[in-house]
């Protein structure tokens, strides 16, 4: 490979808005504000809901008995 070809792959701290830091690498070469992380993620912390538009979960719910 030429030795200058490739960006810097620096490593960098993550900052989510719940207070999550943790460091990672990337071509970005700054650190980085994220929303949402696996720590405060609804669907990593198990506590994602279901959006029913017009009844169609209770539908799928009823037709196969769950």
């Known amino acids: ?9 620096a490593e ?3 900052t989510c808005s719940c207070g999550n830091k943790f460091s ?14 696996a720590q405060c993620h609804p669907f990593y912390t ?4 279901i959006v029913d538009t017009a009844g169609r979960v209770e539908k799928f719910r009823q037709k196969y008995s769950m």
């Open 1 to 9: 490979m030429k030795p200058e070809t490739h960006p810097e792959y």
């Open 12 to 14: 960098i701290q993550v």
């Open 24 to 37: 990672t690498r990337s071509t970005a070469g700054r650190n980085l504000g994220i929303e949402v992380c």
């Open 46 to 49: 198990g506590k994602q809901k």
